[in-house]
């Protein structure tokens, strides 16, 4: 079975700073997706970056940034130049070819950002 | 426009009772989903619906049922409720079911939280 962990329950950084979120996952398949979702207050859950794992290189939106390790099958996130804004819940999330989208989710890291 | 709507937003109800959660997305997407999230913010997939096919976490009560008059609602049924039921519902949809250059990315909406007495 596919699992997800995030081994970082709460990480807390200053304004400006960057802070780096931990994932790591288990799966035997070849062809998978990783993501990185967010829970601010409000709950809504919103999508923060990609990665396919057939990619090597890592994928960056902006401010966000990944650090895809297939073989140690890790996947951090690197947050830059943190805002206050991005205080929230950070998910790390996993599927796979013929999963039909469904995503299994690590159990989250709370992220606290000091002004 | 809110892409996907979830009501009632909050839910409290006591036990054995039966209520329903109703999901609409105006994203014209195929697929909808259900997902879990308990008191420690786990998340947790229940349902993987669309118009060919559903697909149920083994691991859900037959208590919980799905319900799809159209491609662009999922309703949740939940019967005999019991105090673990308590959690947020998050509803979900994607554009597409099959693998591709948009695979795993779904939408939200804003969740319901269901509270058993």
């Known amino acids: 079975a596919q699992t997800v962990t995030q081994s970082q329950p709460e990480m807390s950084v200053q304004e400006a700073e960057t802070v780096t979120l931990s994932c790591t996952y288990d799966?035997?398949?070849?062809?998978?997706?990783l993501f990185w979702y967010k829970q601010p207050p409000s709950r809504q859950m919103i999508l923060v970056i990609r990665?396919?794992?057939?990619?090597?290189q890592n994928a960056t939106e902006n401010r966000f940034s990944v650090n895809f390790q297939k073989a140690a099958k890790s996947f951090s996130l690197k947050i830059s130049d943190s805002q206050l804004g991005d205080a929230a819940m950070y998910f790390c999330?996993?599927?796979?070819?013929?999963?039909?989208?469904?995503?299994?989710f690590g159990g989250g890291t709370r992220l606290m950002v000091k002004p | 426009d809110t892409a996907v709507s979830q009501t009632p937003k909050y839910l409290v109800t006591q036990m054995g009772n039966d209520k329903s959660i109703k999901c609409e997305q105006n994203?014209?997407?195929?697929?909808m989903y259900w997902y879990k999230q308990d008191s420690k913010k786990f998340l947790k997939i229940m349902f993987s619906?669309?118009?060919?096919?559903?697909?149920i976490n083994e691991t859900v009560p037959n208590r919980f049922s799905p319900k799809s008059p159209d491609k662009a609602h999922l309703n949740l049924h939940i019967n005999s409720l019991e105090l673990g039921d308590s959690a947020v519902y998050f509803c979900?949809?994607?554009?597409?079911?099959?693998?591709?250059?948009?695979?795993?990315?779904?939408?939200f909406g804003e969740g319901s939280r269901l509270t058993v007495l």
């Open positions: 990665q396919e794992a057939y990619k090597q």
């Open positions: 619906y669309n118009n060919k096919e559903l697909i």
């Open positions: 999330a996993y599927t796979w070819d013929n999963a039909g989208n469904m995503l299994t």
């Open positions: 994203l014209g997407h195929d697929t």
């Open positions: 799966t035997s398949e070849s062809d998978y997706y």
């Open positions: 979900a949809s994607s554009r597409r079911w099959a693998s591709g250059p948009n695979t795993g990315e779904l939408f």
